[in-house]
Structures are given as structure tokens and as C-alpha cells.
């Protein structure tokens, strides 16, 4: 019966549309990872360089503290020169003026040490606070993005399914209707049968004539609308009358 033929022909554009809509689902994944991972890169990179600076920061007290031990051998050494018996006057003058001023500067280095272990106590919470926000951060995206790929491994089970429907319901569905829904599929999309709604058409909405609503209830051969060449078939019983 042609009804059956037609019913045949819905249900193979019924998977088409699934099969549509996951392939448009399936597109949306790619950019949604990308962004994780650009991301996560982004965040990796400010730790990295907050990181970096406290390293830095290390770097530069640990090269103080050897100018500082400098300085004092050099005062040590000077010290000693001073002891030498029967030193001159002016000798002993110049090297109390040199030591003098390497007091002055191991001064200045020590004031600038303790600014910096000040500065060190602040700087090491932000970098603890950053190491973890920095982790937490990358196991929201791991589970993010391994929801995404469950997604899409379930999305593509579930095409691969369809796929082999449609391979079934390829056989069952008659030429000349399958040459049309085709042809048409290619040309205008993915819904060539269309129910009417009310008097309309359910595709382009043009009033359908009553002969045509009639013969499309009857169901014998294809009716397809005036407007839009849609193949037209009963209102679904859910649908107004
Ligand atoms: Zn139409």
C-alpha cells in the first residue's frame, strides 16, 4: 500500500534529521576543546611567569647575600691589615675609611634583604594561592573536556546506529519516492514530507485546496504541495484539525 511506502519514507527522513542534527552537534565539540586548551595554556603560562619572578626574586637575594659576605671578608682582611705593627697613621686612616664604607653598603644590602623577605612572604602566599587555583582550574577542565568526549563518542555510537538504519531503510523505501525525497533533499533540505497543519501546508504554510487534503488522507499516490513541492501527507493526529 502506498500509505506504508509513504510511512517508510518518513521514517527514513526522520533518521536523516537525527543524523543531521548530531553531525551539527558533533561540529560544536572541536571549538568547545580548543577553548578549554586555550585556556588552561593561558593559565599555565601566567603561573609559569609568577613562577618565574619568585625565582627571580631568589636569584637576586641569594646574589645579595654573597656581596654581603664579600664585603665582610673584605672588612676581615682590612681589619687585619690595621693590626700590622707600627702601622702608619694615614694608612691605618684610609683603611678604617675603606672599611667604613663597606659597613655602609653591607648596610644598605641588609636593609634591602629584609625589605625583600617582607616582600617574600606575600610574594610565596600568592604564588601557593596561584599553584592552587592554577590546579583546581585544570581538573575542572579535565573533566570538562572529558564530558565533552563522552559526548562525542555517544554521539557518534549513536550516528553510526542510524547509519545502518538508513542502510536498512534504504531497501524498504520505493524508487520513484526515494529519486524525489533526494532530489529534493539535495536541493532545498532536510524536510521534504511535511504534514499538513489545518489547511496548510506544514512546510511553506500555503493554504492547501480541500480535493488535495482529502487525496492526502486517502493516502493512494503522492500528493506534494503547490508552493513548495513538499510530499504532503495527513496532519499528525496531535496536530489541529
Ligand atoms: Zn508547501
Do not use: W
Amino acid at each position: 500500500m502506498f500509505k506504508d511506502d509513504i510511512e517508510k519514507l518518513k521514517a527514513l527522513q526522520d533518521i536523516d534529521s537525527e543524523i543531521a542534527r548530531l553531525k551539527e552537534q558533533l561540529n560544536l565539540y572541536p571549538p568547545m576543546i580548543k577553548k578549554i586548551e586555550k585556556n588552561l595554556l593561558r593559565k599555565r603560562k601566567e603561573l609559569q611567569s609568577i613562577r618565574d619572578g619568585q625565582q627571580e626574586r631568589l636569584k637576586q637575594k641569594r646574589l645579595m647575600e654573597k656581596e654581603i659576605l664579600f664585603r665582610q671578608e673584605e672588612i676581615q682582611k682590612k681589619t687585619a691589615q690595621q693590626n700590622v705593627p707600627k702601622i702608619k697613621q694615614d694608612a691605618f686612616d684610609a683603611l678604617k675609611r675603606e672599611i667604613d664604607k663597606l659597613k655602609g653598603e653591607i648596610s644598605v644590602l641588609e636593609d634591602k634583604i629584609i625589605q625583600f623577605i617582607a616582600e617574600d612572604e606575600q610574594a610565596l602566599k600568592s604564588l601557593a594561592k596561584a599553584e592552587s587555583v592554577f590546579k583546581a582550574e585544570e581538573e575542572d577542565s579535565q573533566l570538562e573536556r572529558k564530558r565533552i568526549e563522552e559526548q562525542i563518542a555517544s554521539k557518534k555510537r549513536r550516528t553510526d546506529e542510524l547509519n545502518s538504519e538508513r542502510a536498512q531503510q534504504l531497501t524498504l523505501v520505493p524508487n520513484e519516492l526515494l529519486t524525489y525525497y533526494n532530489r529534493y533533499y539535495r536541493g532545498h533540505g532536510p524536510t521534504v514530507v511535511v504534514p499538513i497543519h489545518g489547511d496548510s501546508c506544514g512546510g511553506c504554510h500555503m493554504r492547501i485546496l480541500p480535493q488535495i487534503i482529502v487525496e492526502a488522507k486517502q493516502c493512494e499516490k503522492m500528493i506534494t504541495c503547490e508552493g513548495c513541492r513538499r510530499i504532503l501527507i495527513a496532519p499528525e493526529s496531535n496536530s489541529p484539525q
